[in-house]
Each structure stands twice: as structure tokens, then as C-alpha cells.
């Protein structure tokens, strides 16, 4: 680490030069009526939390595809920095890094940000930048070979959109003496990592277009997406999390809405440009024999409504309150999607190799999948999962003997 801690440290320095707003902090007014917009303020001086610890551990079990307890792992992932009172406002940090180490093994690299900052593809941006420069020592390369961070505002919002999110309960509710939550979730979770490789997702993909032949085009990320849906619903079902009778469940994933923009914006756009694609069916439905092809059906269409959307991306962003959180009411489950396989994650490499293992923490506590590229090829699909010890045993039941028995 004599070498090593020191290069991650002054190479995060000349990249948070490149990625500034990193370092900087969400300014919240928590005035009477709200009516002062929080903003994304840099000044001299501001700095990114930079934690260094150490952890007795098993690294070789913590960095495994079984499940393990989702407790073991927060202590690898920094908090983010206290929040300061100014006179009207609150100054909250927005980005932290812990280096962990563990003894003779090797260490984690903990990274922590708020969503209000930016969205997966200007995270992923800084990363590549980050790993670069520590593998050439300067950000020559990274200069010579990307496109710097895109700071121009230029989307125009709906004004549905700043009402929206002015008025949701907690920003209803901030004061002074605001604290961002803790990254600690239940402690009777385990989390766990399943592969679905290339072959496997086009012989279901084959499969799909013979049962349902007017689908007219059906994704990877679909065919994934859908069946862990599907085997999640089911898992419910048979561990006694939940009764599917007359209840609905909810899948929300996000889109990259930069190149779908009117005109469309550069991917080095910084911040957050994505949008929800909804799909809500029954859990009776889907805990059924055809549960896997009605959540194909459910999720395509509510993908293919937000991307193709011939009147615009963000036509509809009026509903999208509505559509994640509120309808309808009978909705106890709600899965989400954390990452994406378009950005591949394995490829951050700061002159070591590729990560042992790549996990995203929040899925404990927000009742998402991840879904990523594999670290061993691009094409096959690496997916995280984050369930009660009980549930997990019944999926992993359900998973894979479904791949083995339901699509020959």
C-alpha cells in the first residue's frame, strides 16, 4: 500500500479538477415555504472525504457469488461527509472514498455518492478518467482520448418536473438539522450474484419469439431483467414473504435519455439524465406458470413506451411520481434496477486488473437487482441480488432450475 494509496490519492486530486462538482456540495434552504431551489455549489477549498481502514474480514468470501450477510459489507463503504450549517442553508457533502484494507489479500475501493449529483453513465465517466490517470500518472491520456465533462445546462425541463420533485416529502421536511441517511440496511438480508452467460439468454431469447411471436424485439437486458422478476415474484410466494392474491407488483428501470433528447445531448453530459420505465402486472400473474412471459411482455412494452416515444422522452414525465410510487395502491413489491451492462464496470482499472468483484451496496436497502456486463465476458450478464435469508434459498431454487429444465 506504500505505493498505492498515495497514486489513488493524487491521481482522485487531478481528476476531481476534470469532475469538480465531486468535490463539491448540495446546498439546501430550508426555508418556511421551500420556495429557494437547492443547488450544487463549488467553492475553493472544497475536498472529497478520503477514509483509510482495515478489516479482519474474509476477502475471499466477501468477493464470492453465494450469499453472504449484507451486514458484512458496510463497513467497506464510506459515509459521506457531515453536513454544515450555514446562515439559511445546509452544506451536504456529495462524494466520499474509503481504501479498506485486508491484511496480506488485498483491498477494497468503497466509493459513495448522492444521486442528486449524477446518474450511472457520468459516474462511470469518472472512473475511467480516475483509473487513467493512475495508470499513466497524469491526465495526458485521458485528455488525448475523452471527451471532458459536458457542464452546459441545456435540457429544457417540463415545469411539471421542478413542482414534482419541490414537492416531495422530504423536501417538504428539511430543516436545518438535516442528516442524509445511513447505508445500513436490514440485518436479515444476504446477497448474492448469478451469471446468466450468452448462450443461455439467446436460447431463451429463441424460446420467447416461439411463444410469443408478435414480441417484436426482446433484449438481453429484458430477457434478464424479466426472469429475475419472475423468479423473485415466485420466491415470495413460496417463502411466505408475501400473498399474491389480488396484489400488483412494480418494476422500474431507468433509461439513458442523452442520445434520445431533442436534439439529443453528448454522453459526456454531466449529471443525471434518465428516465423511468415502468411496468406494473399482477403477482398473481406473475408468480404463475407463465410468470417469466408475462413480465417479458410487461417490461418490453413499458421499455419500448419510454424509448420510442415518437412525441418525446419526456412527454409523459408528469406521471412518473405517479407511475414509481403511487399506482396502485395494492403494490407491497417494487423492484428496481441499479446499473446497467452498457457500462462496463469491470473495465475500471487502476493498473492492477480487473475488480475481483464489483457489488452495489444500496440494493439492501432500496429493493433493486444490479445488473452489470460479467467480469469474465462483456456478453454474459452478472446480477445482484439483495433478499431475506428464507427468500434467497427458495430463489436460488427457482433460478436455476428454471434455466435447466424450463427452456429446451
Known amino acids: 500500500m506504500q505505493t498505492i494509496l498515495p497514486n489513488l490519492k493524487h491521481s482522485l486530486s487531478?481528476?476531481?479538477?476534470?469532475?469538480?462538482?465531486?468535490?463539491?456540495?448540495l446546498i439546501l434552504f430550508p426555508d418556511h415555504d421551500h420556495s429557494t431551489k437547492p443547488e450544487i455549489r463549488h467553492v475553493e477549498g472544497d475536498s472529497v472525504l478520503f477514509t483509510l481502514?482495515?478489516?479482519?474480514?474474509?476477502?475471499?468470501?466477501?468477493?464470492?457469488?453465494?450469499?453472504?450477510a449484507c451486514d458484512k459489507f458496510y463497513q467497506l463503504v464510506p459515509p459521506l461527509g457531515c453536513p454544515v450549517k450555514g446562515s439559511g442553508f445546509v452544506a451536504v457533502?456529495?462524494?466520499?472514498?474509503?481504501?479498506?484494507?485486508?491484511?496480506?489479500?488485498?483491498f477494497s475501493l468503497g466509493i459513495t455518492n448522492h444521486h442528486v449529483?449524477?446518474?450511472a453513465t457520468t459516474k462511470y465517466d469518472f472512473l475511467m478518467a480516475w483509473t487513467s490517470i493512475a495508470r499513466y500518472g497524469s491526465d495526458?491520456?485521458?485528455l488525448a482520448n475523452n471527451s471532458l465533462p459536458v457542464y452546459e445546462r441545456v435540457i429544457a425541463y417540463p415545469d411539471c418536473l421542478e413542482k414534482m420533485f419541490m414537492n416531495q416529502p422530504g423536501v417538504e421536511t428539511l430543516s436545518l438539522e438535516y442528516q442524509p441517511s445511513e447505508l445500513v440496511g436490514p440485518s436479515f438480508k444476504v446477497r448474492a450474484t448469478f451469471i446468466l452467460v450468452k448462450e443461455k439468454i439467446n436460447l431463451i431469447k429463441k424460446w420467447v419469439s416461439l411463444q410469443r411471436p408478435e414480441l417484436m424485439y426482446v433484449s438481453s437486458f429484458t430477457i434478464a431483467c424479466a426472469y429475475v422478476w419472475s423468479c423473485v415474484a415466485k420466491s415470495r410466494v413460496e417463502s411466505d414473504e408475501m400473498n399474491a392474491a389480488d396484489r400488483f407488483e412494480r418494476f422500474v428501470c431507468l433509461a439513458n435519455f442523452r442520445n434520445r433528447m431533442d436534439p439529443p445531448l453528448p454522453q459526456s453530459y454531466f449529471g443525471n439524465c434518465v428516465g423511468p420505465c415502468v411496468a406494473i402486472t399482477k403477482s398473481m400473474l406473475l408468480s404463475g406458470n407463465e410468470g417469466f412471459l408475462v413480465a417479458v411482455e410487461s417490461l418490453g412494452e413499458a421499455i419500448s413506451k419510454t424509448v420510442k416515444n415518437e412525441d418525446g422522452v419526456l412527454k409523459e414525465a408528469e406521471l412518473w411520481f405517479e407511475m414509481m410510487f403511487k399506482l396502485p395502491e395494492k403494490i407491497p413489491?417494487?423492484?428496481?434496477?441499479?446499473g446497467t451492462p452498457k457500462l462496463k464496470i469491470y473495465d475500471v482499472d487502476f493498473g492492477w486488473g480487473k475488480p475481483k468483484k464489483y457489488?452495489?451496496?444500496?440494493?439492501d436497502c432500496n429493493g433493486s437487482i444490479s445488473v452489470n456486463a460479467s467480469k469474465d465476458s462483456?456478453?454474459?450478464l452478472e446480477i445482484g441480488l439483495s433478499l431475506p435469508a428464507k427468500q434467497m434459498d427458495a430463489f436460488i431454487d427457482i433460478f436455476e432450475k428454471g434455466l435447466k429444465y424450463s427452456f429446451s
Not at 95 to 101: E, P, Y
Open 140 to 142: 495526458e491520456s485521458y
Open 359 to 363: 457489488e452495489t451496496i444500496s440494493i
Open 378 to 380: 462483456p456478453e454474459d
Open 53 to 68: 481502514a482495515e478489516c479482519d474480514l474474509d476477502f475471499t468470501d466477501l468477493a464470492g457469488y453465494h450469499p453472504r
Open 93 to 106: 457533502p456529495l462524494f466520499a472514498v474509503q481504501v479498506t484494507v485486508f491484511d496480506n489479500f488485498g
Open 333 to 338: 413489491a417494487k423492484i428496481g434496477v441499479a
Open 14 to 25: 487531478i481528476t476531481l479538477q476534470h469532475f469538480f462538482p465531486f468535490a463539491s456540495n
Open 117 to 119: 449529483l449524477c446518474d
